[in-house]
């Protein structure tokens, strides 16, 4: 036997591959959560992922463009894999497979009349103890590197089309924020009319490395919809060696350090110096999957330029890490190895109201709410705020009446 089987014996852990049940993989961490809080506690998983391919049959037969739609279900059927998502990136997500939750899925399910998708996610929701998940795709969030704008929209249109069909009206605690193929500033305008109120939408998301610049005049109208809806805006970190800059990295977990950091980053500048909260102040802006620890870098880093170059900048009347302060974060992938810098980046951030918790299950390294419970400088109430009241405010969820939202 290898080490790592015997280490697995000797703690209780079954050897796990793609055919291991949800609720089987999440058993320990749904015993530890029974032991140590509250049953009343009231959670949302702001960012959580479905395995979207699984269903790629499905989501091609909602393609609008009858060409488009026939030719991919023709490739899909001869070819196999997916064809129409060719810029995607070497799969290295898995871990050496030693992680394979995130990739295939094969798990058995037995119930009868219930979309197998919502199967999966209601047994992560009942393992993780969140009361609602706000879920997105993950082969899909690499649609903005699409080298055709046209397949941008078809598929980002197909797949939102697919979970407003089959997944939404049927799981009333699953929602959605839809992708938005801002390169297409037109298209991107339609799908927040044609989606801004569908149940279960609660928002619009820009995905990873986009080369459209966010604050080209061409958005304005999207923005000021999405504004006008009172419904959120995020920016999802990406992965990517398609770029100069990550080219220069040799090993995945360099990338995956300072990929999904940097999107966000560029993003944040554009954002900020450009005046956009100024032009959009009731606009919910939501930043996704980069962690925290950028986030103090990038105030201080803001400020001192600004102060030494206002004039750059004449859309601003306060300073860069103001508005920051007001817009949200989730804490996912959370730097902890050093409580303290923790400690300090939650008091920036102003995380009792700001934050918002995310597992980014079922990746590789998804985070449990015991990621936000367990923090010592933590006081009960700002917990709570951080695992799911800050959540329902911004998305407007109702909370069940066994759950308590904020302490006392």
């Given at each position: 036997?290898?080490?790592?089987?015997?280490?697995?014996?000797?703690?209780?852990l079954?050897?796990?591959?793609v055919?291991?049940?949800?609720?089987?993989?999440l058993?320990?961490?749904k015993?530890?959560?029974?032991?140590?809080?509250?049953?009343?506690?009231?959670?949302?998983?702001?960012?959580?992922?479905h395995?979207?391919?699984e269903?790629?049959?499905?989501?091609?037969?909602?393609?609008?463009?009858?060409?488009?739609?026939?030719?991919?279900?023709?490739?899909?059927?001869?070819q196999?894999g997916?064809?129409?998502?060719?810029?995607?990136?070497?799969?290295?997500?898995?871990?050496?497979?030693?992680?394979?939750?995130?990739?295939?899925?094969?798990?058995?399910?037995?119930?009868?009349?219930?979309?197998r998708?919502?199967?999966?996610?209601r047994?992560?929701m009942?393992?993780?103890?969140?009361?609602?998940?706000?879920?997105?795709?993950?082969?899909?969030?690499?649609?903005?590197?699409?080298?055709?704008?046209?397949?941008?929209?078809?598929?980002?249109?197909?797949?939102t089309r697919?979970?407003?069909?089959?997944?939404?009206?049927?799981?009333?605690?699953?929602?959605?924020?839809?992708?938005?193929?801002?390169?297409?500033?037109?298209?991107?305008?339609?799908i927040?009319?044609?989606?801004?109120?569908?149940?279960?939408?609660?928002?619009?998301?820009?995905?990873?490395?986009?080369?459209?610049?966010?604050h080209?005049?061409?958005?304005?109208p999207?923005?000021?919809?999405?504004?006008?809806?009172?419904?959120?805006?995020?920016?999802?970190?990406?992965?990517?060696?398609?770029?100069?800059?990550?080219?220069?990295?040799n090993?995945?977990?360099?990338?995956?350090?300072?990929?999904?950091?940097?999107?966000?980053?560029?993003?944040?500048?554009?954002?900020?110096?450009?005046?956009?909260?100024?032009?959009?102040?009731?606009?919910?802006?939501?930043?996704?999957?980069?962690?925290?620890?950028?986030?103090?870098?990038?105030?201080?880093?803001?400020?001192?330029?600004?102060?030494?170059?206002?004039?750059?900048?004449?859309?601003?009347?306060?300073?860069?890490s103001?508005?920051?302060?007001?817009?949200?974060?989730?804490?996912?992938?959370?730097?902890?190895?050093?409580?303290?810098?923790?400690?300090?980046?939650?008091?920036?951030?102003?995380?009792?109201?700001?934050?918002?918790?995310?597992?980014?299950?079922?990746?590789?390294?998804?985070d449990?709410?015991g990621?936000?419970?367990?923090?010592?400088f933590?006081?009960?109430?700002?917990?709570?705020?951080?695992?799911?009241?800050?959540?329902?405010?911004?998305?407007?969820?109702?909370?069940?009446?066994?759950?308590k939202?904020?302490?006392?």
């Amino acid at each position: 036997m290898d080490d790592s089987r015997l280490e697995m014996r000797e703690i209780g852990l079954k050897q796990i591959d793609v055919h291991t049940d949800t609720r089987d993989i999440l058993a320990h961490g749904k015993t530890a959560a029974a032991r140590t809080r509250p049953a009343d506690l009231f959670i949302v998983d702001i960012d959580s992922h479905h395995v979207e391919t699984e269903f790629w049959g499905e989501i091609l037969e909602r393609i609008e463009d009858p060409v488009y739609r026939e030719n991919a279900l023709a490739m899909m059927k001869s070819q196999g894999g997916l064809p129409y998502l060719y810029n995607s990136v070497p799969n290295l997500q898995s871990a050496g497979n030693r992680i394979p939750h995130q990739s295939s899925r094969r798990e058995k399910t037995e119930e009868k009349g219930v979309h197998r998708d919502i199967v999966l996610t209601r047994r992560a929701m009942e393992s993780i103890g969140t009361d609602y998940m706000i879920v997105f795709p993950t082969p899909l969030l690499g649609l903005a590197d699409h080298p055709q704008v046209e397949m941008q929209v078809l598929l980002g249109r197909a797949y939102t089309r697919w979970v407003a069909d089959t997944l939404l009206p049927h799981e009333p605690r699953m929602k959605t924020m839809c992708l938005l193929p801002i390169t297409d500033p037109k298209a991107a305008l339609q799908i927040v009319k044609d989606f801004g109120e569908t149940d279960g939408v609660v928002g619009f998301v820009i995905t990873g490395n986009n080369n459209k610049p966010v604050h080209h005049n061409d958005l304005m109208p999207v923005y000021a919809e999405i504004e006008a809806r009172g419904l959120a805006l995020a920016f999802h970190g990406g992965i990517t060696w398609n770029n100069n800059q990550m080219r220069l990295v040799n090993r995945f977990i360099g990338m995956h350090a300072l990929s999904f950091v940097m999107c966000n980053m560029v993003h944040l500048t554009n954002w900020v110096l450009n005046g956009m909260p100024e032009r959009f102040p009731k606009l919910k802006v939501i930043w996704i999957e980069s962690g925290l620890a950028w986030v103090p870098f990038m105030m201080q880093r803001l400020d001192n330029e600004y102060l030494m170059r206002v004039s750059e900048a004449p859309l601003l009347k306060r300073l860069p890490s103001e508005y920051i302060r007001e817009m949200y974060f989730s804490n996912q992938p959370m730097e902890r190895t050093d409580l303290d810098l923790v400690q300090s980046t939650f008091k920036a951030i102003r995380a009792e109201t700001q934050l918002l918790y995310a597992s980014d299950w079922p990746h590789w390294d998804f985070d449990l709410p015991g990621v936000i419970w367990d923090l010592p400088f933590l006081s009960e109430a700002a917990k709570r705020n951080i695992l799911g009241m800050n959540a329902a405010r911004l998305y407007n969820l109702d909370i069940p009446k066994n759950k308590k939202g904020s302490a006392g």
